[in-house]
């Protein structure tokens, strides 16, 4: 798929509206965030191994509800490569998810201030240009996580769409599990 088809394939897919959306989403990327968290340490602590797949499929998640997030208030956020600019891959595997997972706290910071919002009033400027600051750096950790895995955003798309495509076939979009 092409990456500018990703934001409108992910908008076919959402199950929630309204604010079970907003709740869904947000919450989505922080647990989505703490599932790469988890494979890192299990790598550290067992020497677990997981292939370059699985950890682009829980980046895909992430993205997915990043996306999400953002097509619920309009925002457009860039999902290329060189958005993440020419900083270097040196920095380590486990700083690279901490930050990610940092970010996505800040993403949860601003639900507190959405949980009154109702779907058909407008979202305050503010908080709209919050939201896309937060998301639009959390993508960038994405990027920059992946790359750690020689996995690029185009990958992550594409693996996120046959994950997700395939449940859809099967019918098992609801639900949790990674092998449904
Ligand atoms: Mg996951």
Same mark, same amino acid.
């Given at each position: 798929?092409?990456?500018?088809?990703?934001?409108?394939?992910?908008?076919?897919?959402?199950?929630?509206?309204?604010?079970?959306?907003?709740?869904?989403?947000?919450?989505?990327?922080?647990?989505?965030? +703490?599932? $790469? /968290?988890?494979?890192?340490?299990? &790598? #550290?602590?067992? %020497?677990?191994?997981?292939?370059?797949?699985?950890?682009?499929?829980?980046?895909?998640?992430?993205?997915?509800?990043?996306?999400?997030?953002?097509?619920?208030?309009?925002?457009?956020?860039?999902?290329?490569?060189?958005?993440?600019?020419?900083?270097?891959?040196?920095?380590?595997?486990?700083?690279?998810?901490?930050?990610?997972?940092?970010?996505? +706290?800040? $993403? /949860?910071?601003?639900?507190?201030? &959405? #949980?009154?919002? %109702?779907?058909?009033?407008?979202?305050?400027?503010?908080?709209?240009?919050?939201?896309?600051?937060?998301?639009?750096?959390?993508?960038?950790?994405?990027?920059?996580?992946?790359?750690?895995?020689?996995?690029?955003?185009?990958?992550?798309?594409?693996?996120?769409?046959?994950?997700?495509?395939?449940?859809?076939?099967?019918?098992?979009?609801?639900?949790?599990?990674?092998?449904?």
């Amino acid at each position: 798929m092409e990456i500018k088809d990703y934001p409108g394939w992910v908008e076919e897919k959402i199950i929630t509206e309204g604010q079970a959306r907003v709740q869904e989403n947000i919450l989505g990327l922080g647990g989505e965030c +703490g599932e $790469v /968290l988890e494979k890192v340490k299990k &790598l #550290i602590r067992d %020497d677990t191994r997981f292939t370059n797949e699985d950890i682009a499929k829980e980046l895909g998640d992430i993205l997915f509800y990043s996306v999400a997030t953002a097509n619920l208030f309009n925002f457009g956020t860039p999902l290329y490569e060189e958005a993440r600019g020419d900083t270097s891959i040196k920095d380590t595997l486990v700083m690279d998810t901490a930050l990610m997972f940092s970010t996505a +706290g800040k $993403v /949860l910071g601003v639900l507190p201030q &959405l #949980i009154t919002w %109702d779907d058909d009033e407008d979202l305050a400027e503010d908080l709209v240009h919050k939201l896309q600051e937060c998301i639009g750096e959390l993508i960038l950790w994405i990027i920059q996580v992946a790359r750690h895995f020689d996995m690029t955003m185009q990958d992550i798309i594409d693996i996120n769409v046959d994950k997700l495509d395939g449940r859809e076939q099967r019918g098992t979009i609801r639900g949790s599990g990674d092998e449904r």
